[in-house]
T-cell receptor
C-alpha cells in the first residue's frame, strides 16, 4: 500500500530554532507539494516541485523558509529561524504525471509547535 | 485572492440527513473539480471529482453537482452517517497546469447520531 511518509509527526521547538521536515513521496510520483494548514488560513500551498525542480514557491516566506528535493525519494522543508506564527500542520503531497488530471496523495502531516 | 470560495464553514446534520456543501470559483480556465475529505489527525484524501463536461457525478452516497454557467459546484452526502464527520475541501485546477490544485477554505461537517 503505497503512501506518502512524513517525519517527524510532531515537533515542538523554541522560537529561533531551525526546523527540518522531511517527506518521502510515493515511488514513481514526480510532483511534490508542501502545504501548511491552520484554522485561520486553511490549506496554503507553500511550494511545488516537478521532477525535483521547484515550479512554484510563491506561497512560501522566502526569508525563513526553504524547500528542496535532494533526490527523488526525499523532499525537505526548512524553517530558520522559526517563529510562533509558524505553528501549524505541514503536509506533503505527491502526485503522478502522465495524465491531465491527477490526484494528490497527502501524507499524515507534521504538527509543528513553536514556543 | 481566494479563487475558490467554500460554504458553509461548518455544518451539523442529523444522521440519515442530507449534507450539502457549496463552492464557487472565479477562474473560468478551471476544468477539474475534486473534493477531498480529511479526518482529524490525517491528511486530506480524494473523495470524488468531476470535469465540466458533465453536470453531475455520483459515487455511492456522494454526489457532485456542477453548474458551469454559475461557476458553482456542490457536494451532496445522502444518508449522512456519523462516520462522515470530517472536514471537506473543494478544489479546482487547470488541466494544462498539471496537478496543482486551488483549495477552498474547508467545511467541518458533524453528523449527529
Amino acid at each position: 500500500d503505497a503512501r506518502v511518509t512524513q517525519t517527524p509527526r510532531d515537533k515542538v521547538t523554541e522560537m529561533g530554532q531551525e526546523v527540518t521536515m522531511r517527506c518521502q513521496p510515493i515511488l514513481g510520483h514526480n510532483t511534490v507539494f508542501w502545504y501548511r494548514q491552520t484554522m485561520m488560513q486553511g490549506l496554503e500551498l507553500l511550494a511545488y516541485f516537478r521532477n525535483r525542480a521547484p515550479l512554484d514557491d510563491s506561497g512560501m516566506p522566502k526569508d525563513r523558509f526553504s524547500a528542496e528535493m535532494p533526490d527523488a525519494t526525499l523532499a525537505t522543508l526548512k524553517i530558520q529561524p522559526s517563529e510562533p506564527r509558524d505553528s501549524a500542520v505541514y503536509f506533503c503531497a505527491s502526485g503522478p504525471t502522465g495524465a491531465k488530471y491527477n490526484e494528490q496523495f497527502f501524507g499524515p502531516g507534521t504538527r509543528l509547535t513553536v514556543l | 485572492q481566494q479563487q475558490v470560495k467554500q460554504s458553509p464553514q461548518s455544518l451539523i446534520v442529523q444522521k440519515e440527513g442530507i449534507s450539502i456543501i457549496n463552492c464557487a470559483y472565479e477562474n473560468t480556465a478551471f476544468d477539474y473539480f475534486p473534493w477531498y475529505q480529511q479526518f482529524p489527525g490525517k491528511g486530506p484524501a480524494l473523495l470524488i471529482a468531476i470535469r465540466p463536461d458533465v453536470s453531475e457525478k455520483k459515487e455511492g452516497r456522494f454526489t457532485i453537482s456542477f453548474n458551469k454557467s454559475a461557476k458553482q459546484f456542490s457536494l451532496h452526502i445522502m444518508d449522512s452517517q456519523p462516520g462522515d464527520s470530517a472536514t471537506y475541501f473543494c478544489a479546482a485546477s487547470v488541466g494544462n497546469a498539471g496537478n496543482m490544485l486551488t483549495f477552498g477554505g474547508g467545511t467541518r461537517l458533524m453528523v449527529k447520531p
